[in-house]
């Protein structure tokens, strides 16, 4: 079951500048950067709890948010609901029609497990669904 809303993603093309305008600007605490091979990704968050902002950017210039950046420049990317129960989650949204980009969740940020549902399941939008890591039930 969704429980939260863990993040508020937002592509930066410009990283380094990007934190400091969180930190600087904003006053916002930050909470480190992380790199996400599996998704072609470094991330750095910023608490602002109950939630999160992450800001991504394309690990060595390559992958998904290479593209995206290049199609439509920063802003949102996606919102990210955080799931008592990934793998039921999926299953349920699945049968209910709804497409994912991948088969089955994979490794994220701070070791969850995530999975992102087809924009076109979503009118265009990007949803993330994440859990800590564990064996599949």
Avoid at 22 to 46: R, S
Avoid at 108 to 125: E, Q
Wanted: aromatic letters at 8%; proline letters at 8%.
């Amino acid at each position: 079951m969704i429980t939260a809303l863990d993040h508020i993603a937002i592509a930066v093309p410009d990283f380094k500048a990007a934190i400091e305008r969180f930190m600087t600007d904003f006053g916002l605490a930050f909470d480190g950067t992380d790199d996400v091979p599996a998704a072609q990704t470094t991330t750095a968050f910023f608490s602002l709890p109950p939630t999160h902002i992450e800001l991504v950017h394309p690990l060595e210039g390559q992958g998904p948010i290479a593209k995206y950046l290049e199609k439509r420049g920063g802003g949102i990317h996606h919102l990210c609901f955080r799931s008592d129960d990934i793998d039921a989650d999926v299953e349920r949204l699945r049968g209910k029609g709804y497409q994912f980009l991948s088969d089955a969740p994979t490794p994220g940020a701070h070791g969850y497990r995530v999975i992102f549902i087809h924009p076109k399941s979503l009118d265009g939008d990007i949803i993330e669904l994440s859990h800590p890591a564990e064996a599949p039930s």
